[in-house]
T-cell receptor, first 114, second 110 residues
């Protein structure tokens, strides 16, 4: 059975803290994605990775960085958390190939920055 | 203007009703996806289609490529169908990136 897991379901952090969100997939997928989801805005792509150590900025990369040292693991880093980064963060993975592959989502991490 | 527009944003139905959710897009696509998100966050893929129609149980998805429009239908709706339904389009390249609509919140009342 396909599985994408995220390190935390809920997280509370203080402004200025460095925050690590981890995502692990067990499907040997090339592509991994980090999204944030806010009411009325839908899912927005922060970063994605198409191979180990390879990454590309998405639509809203400011304030975030990512790391993919192993194929199965994709980490999202908030270098200095701010209150406007309070959101639901969702990780997904897929095989490559042109929008015709199903993305498999993790359960999400609800982050509150105080 | 968003590249993927869904309507309605909110929908309340009585159990047993036939439900339609619409999705229009303005970009060239390789495939259109319908996703479901239950309270609590998890998102699952319902359909991926690039032409015609697909059916799975009580769910039917259709797409009209010329009109850049897709519909998701739920027949004999049930309270367990209550969820957010999200339309997304894949626009090609090797990366499988998607553009998402903002979702339709469906509540089916018993």
């Amino acid at each position: 059975d396909v599985k994408v897991t995220q390190s935390s379901r809920y997280l509370v952090k203080r402004t200025g803290e460095k925050v690590f969100l981890e995502c692990v997939q067990d499907m040997d997928h090339e592509n991994m994605f980090w999204y944030r989801q806010d009411p009325g805005l839908g899912l927005r792509l922060i970063y994605f990775s198409y191979d180990v150590k390879m990454k590309e900025k998405g639509d809203i990369p400011e304030g975030y960085s990512v790391s993919r040292e192993k194929k199965e693991r994709f980490s999202l880093i908030l270098e200095s958390a701010s209150t406007n980064q309070t959101s639901m963060y969702l990780c997904a993975s897929s095989l490559s190939s042109g929008g015709r592959r199903t993305q498999y989502f993790g359960p999400g991490t609800r982050l509150l920055v105080l | 203007k968003n590249e993927v527009e869904q309507s309605p944003q909110n929908l309340t139905a009585q159990e047993g009703e036939f439900i339609t959710i619409n999705c229009s897009y303005s970009v060239g696509i390789s495939a259109l996806h319908w996703l479901q998100q239950h309270p609590g966050g998890g998102i699952v893929s319902l359909f991926m289609l690039s032409s015609g129609k697909k059916k799975h149980g009580r769910l039917i998805a259709t797409i009209n490529i010329q009109e850049k429009h897709s519909s998701l239908h739920i027949t004999a709706s049930h309270p367990r169908d209550s969820a957010v339904y999200i339309c997304a389009v894949g626009y090609g390249g090797a990366t499988n990136k998607l553009i998402f609509g903002t979702g339709t919140l469906l509540a089916v009342q018993p």
